[in-house]
């Protein structure tokens, strides 16, 4: 079965960097366009970054764009997410999804993926 696994969150002060990978096993990786979504307490699940198949289409929410970077090894199977200048906003838990797609493009709308991670929890501290 498909399986998702996040990992690199934590704990870590304002202005500072972390670097999330999510690693895919029981699908084709190359074939599905990828997302970065995460959730606060207390708030809706909303859309971060997502990635084409062949990596050359990006989408970010305005929040993250130009402090985040997505980005994609598909010889690893394994997508990251490179979280610079994190602010106390930015905590959350971050999930991976992955979605069929041969299109060259990706989808910012959760409604789109089919598989998902566990999550993995990011805490940015004042």
Known sequence: QVQLVESGGG?????????LSCTASGLTFETHTMGWFRQAPGKEREGVSCLSRRGDKTWYA????GRFTISRDNAKNTL???MNSL????T?????AAT????????????????WGQGTQVTVSP
């Open 92 to 96: 959350a838990v971050y999930y991976c």
């Open 11 to 19: 704990l870590v002060q304002a202005g500072g960097s972390l670097r």
């Open 87 to 90: 602010e106390v906003d930015d």
């Open 80 to 82: 990251y997410l490179q």
């Open 100 to 115: 069929p797609n041969l299109g060259p493009w990706c989808y910012s709308s959760q409604y789109e993926y089919d598989h």
């Open 62 to 65: 305005d929040s993250v764009e």
